[in-house]
């Protein structure tokens, strides 16, 4: 025979909550009532938290800040992952980070101009990363390391859909396919690359299909529903961890807020298309389901902002609180030891800063 | 001790690092079944096996990125990039990551990993096999850069970076691969980074120099010789951090100084060390610093290596011109 097909590949599309919260039973994930309360527990607290952050920002309390409002429902993979399991994120994954136990204030700092902010003190979450798509690699021989030590331990990493464009995120998905690495590749496809439209972003149909070209599984799931952010990654998650090898997931989801505290998304998308993600609000939809177990009421609801509310009143407090760092803090990491050379420009900037504050 | 040449004593290196201590692993393109395309990983694959010496796709970001991550999880990887002139691809994890991550976490986390990398020109390569680009990573905060020039340093000071809890870009320069070979010790043993080595005591004029041009510096010692100068020589062997203290020390002594490098002459090392010498030993000198390097072009095809790589015959010619001032 001189022509065959040698290669034929399928992505399915998982949505286990539809846009008005109604359960496809056949898909819904073994949760308990703890459990469904606790991801829309997580989801809220991200929203106000977010909130908060935005009006820090708007009054120069911290700087320039990536919001996550509409991409919630990241925190189904919290519940997926286990307490030794890490986190690669880039820097809109606050929701997920909060849920996994970092405090609010960690994300202040962070923002506010501290580089303490990045240590996520007690967990195993990597600092946010900022070059676009860098860190999947990162991730990656996290896992290897893993593998090599047989440590039954699994990394998942997190990028957006621009991210899928660079070169870095392709030598990820080849290393960890090749190496078979226990990692997990979670796109969150939010629709735009602060200006750049998903389809400008790349012709491919799907962003998960590019799993199957390095010989691993890509799926693409509703991002916005948290229940099958949850079953999938928990698939994902689990297959890693037993030796199944990676797999690229794409979260289909809408950032609606402006890419940054410095972006003005009005200028490059319509109010039409934001109001249609509006009504596939992640907490919205969630909130409809737990209504429907009978697991959700106004007063529950109202109790909940209010303890969220004073918990981040409390982390803003700890945030105001904080000193501005010492100058020679910039010095005091680069190395382990520092050399003689950087001993000498620390002294130098001390003894101006000493000069200039009329201590000498 | 046993007589080894560069590539020998690296590999003599290699194993025992491999051998000490189960967290080091080697990485890189052709690095294991073939041992190297320069032979410095041969037969470690076959001692230590495919999970401690790997060979990888052909992925420069790939290679350091996922090096990056082995480091934060407790590996020690010492990652081969095949020729200096193609680390760009990786040069953003490089500097964007490995170089910060330490300062970015407070300490948290910390990336001791080795980059290898065969650099500099002088054996009629194709393009992008000859280039010296140090500068570039010497002008990155974060980074720790080493290049020997003699077996028994390669073998010391790489001892040293693997087991240097920062990240060291290591180079090779190819054409002293097999150039020289010297007694070495067989067994294990570190030479402190940061610290330079006097080649030859001198008296009228100071020499700095590293990598390919030591070798040259020292050809060129015996043409001053016969002119009656007596130069001393410093091999830096680190970039950084560097050793200012032994440069100042010479200058304070011979009130003279010209500095030898095959890269560029623009931001090179040697304006660094230029302004530095002229910063605090001005008192000191008694005629203008000297730089006798490559120039800023780019690194010709080989027909024309040798007239952009500073010869001995000019290293001595220069360094005459400032002893005469």
Redesign the interface.
């Given at each position: 025979m001189a022509k065959k097909t040698v290669f034929s590949g399928k992505v399915e599309f998982v949505q286990v909550l539809d846009k008005d919260g109604k359960a496809d039973k056949t898909l819904l994930p073994k949760l308990s009532k703890e459990e469904l309360k606790q991801l829309y527990r997580w989801m809220v607290f991200a929203r106000i938290a977010d909130e908060k952050c935005l009006k820090l920002q708007r009054a120069g309390r911290i700087g320039t800040f990536a919001q996550i409002l509409g991409q919630e429902a990241q925190v189904g993979v919290a519940l997926a992952l286990k307490k030794n399991d890490w986190l690669?994120p880039s820097f809109r994954e606050n929701a997920l980070i909060w849920a996994l136990g970092a405090k609010a204030e960690d994300i202040y700092q962070l923002f506010g101009g501290f580089?303490?902010g990045?240590?996520f003190?007690g967990l195993n979450i990597?600092?946010i990363?900022v070059?676009v798509g860098?860190?999947p690699?990162?991730?990656?021989?996290?896992?290897?390391?893993?593998k090599?030590r047989n440590e039954k331990k699994v990394v998942a990493t997190f990028f957006g859909d621009g991210a899928t464009s660079e070169?870095?995120f392709h030598?990820?998905l080849?290393?960890a396919s090749?190496f078979q690495v226990p990692c997990v590749f979670f796109c969150q496809n939010n629709q735009y690359a602060i200006s750049v439209p998903r389809k400008k972003q790349s012709h491919a149909q799907t962003l998960a299909q590019k799993g199957l070209a390095y010989g691993m599984d890509g799926i693409q799931v509703d991002g916005n529903d948290v229940l099958a952010v949850y079953r999938v990654a928990r698939t994902a998650i689990e297959k890693a961890r037993f030796g199944g090898g990676p797999t690229l997931v794409e979260l289909v989801t809408y950032r609606m807020a402006d890419h940054t505290t410095a972006d003005d998304a009005t200028k490059y998308r319509t109010k039409t298309e934001v109001e249609y993600w509006k009504k596939r609000d992640p907490i919205l939809r969630m909130q409809h389901y737990l209504k429907t177990k009978r697991l959700w009421t106004e007063k529950w609801e109202d109790t909940l902002g209010i303890q969220i509310r004073s918990q981040i009143e409390k982390s803003v407090q700890i945030y105001e609180a904080l000193s501005q760092p010492q100058v020679g803090?910039?010095f005091d990491?680069?190395?382990?030891?520092k050399?003689?050379?950087l001993e000498q420009q620390k002294n130098k900037l001390q003894n101006w800063k000493n000069q200039e504050e009329g201590k000498v | 001790m046993t007589q080894m040449n560069m590539i020998q004593a690296l590999n003599s290196a290699l194993f025992h690092a491999l051998e000490k201590d189960s967290s080091v692993?080697l990485l890189g393109e052709d690095v294991g079944l073939n041992g190297g395309v320069f032979r410095v990983t041969e037969g470690l694959q076959k001692k230590f096996g495919e999970?401690k010496v790997i060979d990888?796709?052909l992925?420069e970001?790939?290679i350091v990125?996922?090096?990056?991550?082995?480091?934060?999880?407790?590996?020690k990887?010492v990652a081969e990039i095949q020729f200096s002139g193609f680390i760009y691809?990786a040069f953003?994890?490089l500097i964007?990551?490995a170089a910060r991550?330490?300062?970015?976490?407070?300490?948290?986390?910390?990336c001791p990993l080795v980059v290898r990398t065969p650099c500099s020109g002088g054996v009629r390569a194709l393009e992008h096999h000859s280039e010296s680009t140090e500068s570039i990573f010497i002008h990155t905060?974060?980074l720790?850069v080493v290049m020997p020039s003699t077996p028994n340093d390669a073998k010391g000071l790489l001892l040293s970076a693997i087991f240097d809890?920062?990240p060291v870009i290591f180079f090779e320069p190819m054409k002293l691969y097999r150039q020289l070979k010297q007694e070495v010790k067989e067994d294990f043993f570190e030479i402190p980074l940061?610290k330079a080595k006097i080649v030859k005591p001198g008296e009228h004029v100071s020499m700095v120099s590293f990598g390919t041009m030591v070798p040259q510096c020292i050809k060129a010692l015996e043409l001053l010789d016969k002119k009656g100068i007596s130069a001393e020589l410093i091999d830096l062997r680190s970039l950084s951090?560097?050793d200012?203290?032994t440069i100042q020390d010479s200058v304070h002594k011979t009130g003279r100084l010209a500095i030898v490098h095959e890269a560029p002459r623009t931001l090179g090392l040697g304006a660094e060390i230029a302004a530095t010498i002229a910063e605090r030993n001005v008192l000191d000198l008694e005629a203008p610093i000297t730089r006798i390097t490559g120039f800023d072009t780019i690194m010709p095809y080989y027909r024309l290596e040798n007239d952009f790589i500073p010869s001995s015959e000019r290293i001595a010619f220069e360094v005459e011109k400032i002893v005469r001032f």
């Amino acid at each position: 025979m001189a022509k065959k097909t040698v290669f034929s590949g399928k992505v399915e599309f998982v949505q286990v909550l539809d846009k008005d919260g109604k359960a496809d039973k056949t898909l819904l994930p073994k949760l308990s009532k703890e459990e469904l309360k606790q991801l829309y527990r997580w989801m809220v607290f991200a929203r106000i938290a977010d909130e908060k952050c935005l009006k820090l920002q708007r009054a120069g309390r911290i700087g320039t800040f990536a919001q996550i409002l509409g991409q919630e429902a990241q925190v189904g993979v919290a519940l997926a992952l286990k307490k030794n399991d890490w986190l690669v994120p880039s820097f809109r994954e606050n929701a997920l980070i909060w849920a996994l136990g970092a405090k609010a204030e960690d994300i202040y700092q962070l923002f506010g101009g501290f580089e303490k902010g990045q240590q996520f003190s007690g967990l195993n979450i990597l600092p946010i990363s900022v070059p676009v798509g860098t860190h999947p690699l990162h991730a990656v021989g996290i896992a290897w390391a893993f593998k090599l030590r047989n440590e039954k331990k699994v990394v998942a990493t997190f990028f957006g859909d621009g991210a899928t464009s660079e070169g870095d995120f392709h030598e990820a998905l080849n290393f960890a396919s090749v190496f078979q690495v226990p990692c997990v590749f979670f796109c969150q496809n939010n629709q735009y690359a602060i200006s750049v439209p998903r389809k400008k972003q790349s012709h491919a149909q799907t962003l998960a299909q590019k799993g199957l070209a390095y010989g691993m599984d890509g799926i693409q799931v509703d991002g916005n529903d948290v229940l099958a952010v949850y079953r999938v990654a928990r698939t994902a998650i689990e297959k890693a961890r037993f030796g199944g090898g990676p797999t690229l997931v794409e979260l289909v989801t809408y950032r609606m807020a402006d890419h940054t505290t410095a972006d003005d998304a009005t200028k490059y998308r319509t109010k039409t298309e934001v109001e249609y993600w509006k009504k596939r609000d992640p907490i919205l939809r969630m909130q409809h389901y737990l209504k429907t177990k009978r697991l959700w009421t106004e007063k529950w609801e109202d109790t909940l902002g209010i303890q969220i509310r004073s918990q981040i009143e409390k982390s803003v407090q700890i945030y105001e609180a904080l000193s501005q760092p010492q100058v020679g803090e910039m010095f005091d990491f680069l190395f382990e030891k520092k050399t003689p050379e950087l001993e000498q420009q620390k002294n130098k900037l001390q003894n101006w800063k000493n000069q200039e504050e009329g201590k000498v | 001790m046993t007589q080894m040449n560069m590539i020998q004593a690296l590999n003599s290196a290699l194993f025992h690092a491999l051998e000490k201590d189960s967290s080091v692993l080697l990485l890189g393109e052709d690095v294991g079944l073939n041992g190297g395309v320069f032979r410095v990983t041969e037969g470690l694959q076959k001692k230590f096996g495919e999970k401690k010496v790997i060979d990888t796709p052909l992925s420069e970001s790939g290679i350091v990125g996922s090096s990056i991550g082995l480091a934060i999880a407790g590996f020690k990887p010492v990652a081969e990039i095949q020729f200096s002139g193609f680390i760009y691809p990786a040069f953003d994890q490089l500097i964007s990551h490995a170089a910060r991550m330490r300062n970015r976490t407070r300490g948290k986390y910390s990336c001791p990993l080795v980059v290898r990398t065969p650099c500099s020109g002088g054996v009629r390569a194709l393009e992008h096999h000859s280039e010296s680009t140090e500068s570039i990573f010497i002008h990155t905060p974060g980074l720790k850069v080493v290049m020997p020039s003699t077996p028994n340093d390669a073998k010391g000071l790489l001892l040293s970076a693997i087991f240097d809890p920062d990240p060291v870009i290591f180079f090779e320069p190819m054409k002293l691969y097999r150039q020289l070979k010297q007694e070495v010790k067989e067994d294990f043993f570190e030479i402190p980074l940061g610290k330079a080595k006097i080649v030859k005591p001198g008296e009228h004029v100071s020499m700095v120099s590293f990598g390919t041009m030591v070798p040259q510096c020292i050809k060129a010692l015996e043409l001053l010789d016969k002119k009656g100068i007596s130069a001393e020589l410093i091999d830096l062997r680190s970039l950084s951090p560097l050793d200012f203290e032994t440069i100042q020390d010479s200058v304070h002594k011979t009130g003279r100084l010209a500095i030898v490098h095959e890269a560029p002459r623009t931001l090179g090392l040697g304006a660094e060390i230029a302004a530095t010498i002229a910063e605090r030993n001005v008192l000191d000198l008694e005629a203008p610093i000297t730089r006798i390097t490559g120039f800023d072009t780019i690194m010709p095809y080989y027909r024309l290596e040798n007239d952009f790589i500073p010869s001995s015959e000019r290293i001595a010619f220069e360094v005459e011109k400032i002893v005469r001032f």
